[in-house]
């Protein structure tokens, strides 16, 4: 029977997307992400609000490993890898690795708990893989299998963005995703009427997994998945950009993203910590953005840009 070692990493939040890469670069097989402010006004199965959980910066990353790899070097591995972190300026926080072994059985059960069915906007409801659901009227589903270390879509960043494009779709647009992820962002826009949908992130393993879940979802055939860096040789135009990466990225993006967005368009962003808000807020509108809607989750901040000449009607935040 096949053995599997779990190894959780205890991590800042911030440091969320780079540790879940690192850990599958290492050979794990899946990551699942416990944290706390997941369950900020989330409801379980039952459609009940979840109790309230005590709220900390510390997420935890808990990592698969097949029982072939020698777990003691995947850990000294880390511990290195995780210390460079610091010195490029991403605060890990401090890191604490846990193992135990598992059965193959085990390892299925212990994945899947922490994925279910879950209703993110009011027309929105993530949906695992291998669950058989039946959306309610008027309810769209995503299909997502977190598979590899894209989360589940139901992480504050990805929730503010998610109701951030049911805000500005009408149906006709042309989107682009930066650092597209599981693809989810991608699904979410083609079912609210987009009508082309370019998606771009710059690892190869993130641009298999969106397709892989592109594919599971009907209608998104308008969803184009391709390696990129940010929107370095991009020249396709859009009404809408949207981008749910970390802070520090962000302001790489926002003078192309000024020349790409339609005059009108709208440019969102998540992903955003508090105290990094000023930064993105500043550099998006150096490039000539007027802020509309600024959303709060908790540490976490969403945005809304317009690129217009009449600022009459935008509000900031």
Known sequence: MNTWNELTV????????????????TGSQGVAISDSADYIGQEDRFGELYPEVEQSDMI???????????????????????????????????????????????????WKKYYEPARITHDLTIVPSWTDYEPKA???????????????????????????????????ETVIDVGTGSGVLSIASSLLGAKDIY????????????????DMNPGTENIHVAAGDLLKGVEQEADVIVANILADILIHLTEDAYRLVKDEGYLIMSGIIS???????????????FLETHMVQGEWNACVFKKTDDISGVIGG
């Open 199 to 214: 998606a771009y992130d710059l690892d190869d393993v993130a641009v298999r997994v969106a397709q892989e879940n592109i």
């Open 60 to 110: 935890a990353i808990t990592a698969y490993y097949p029982d072939t790899l020698d777990i003691e070097a995947v850990k000294a591995d880390l511990q290195e890898r995780l210390a460079d972190f610091e010195g490029f300026g991403l605060a890990t926080g401090s890191v604490s690795l846990d193992s135990q072994e598992l059965v193959e059985e085990d390892w299925a059960d212990n």
């Open 10 to 25: 205890h991590v800042n939040r911030e440091a969320e997307e780079a540790v879940s890469n690192l850990l599958i670069e």
């Open 275 to 289: 105290e990094k808000w000023d930064m993105v807020r500043e550099s998006a509108e150096k490039a000539g953005f």
């Open 138 to 172: 008027g309810e769209k589903i995503i299909k997502l299998d977190p598979g590899m270390a894209f989360g589940t879509g139901t992480h504050p960043t990805t929730k503010m963005s998610l109701f951030a494009l049911e805000q500005v779709l009408r149906g006709g």
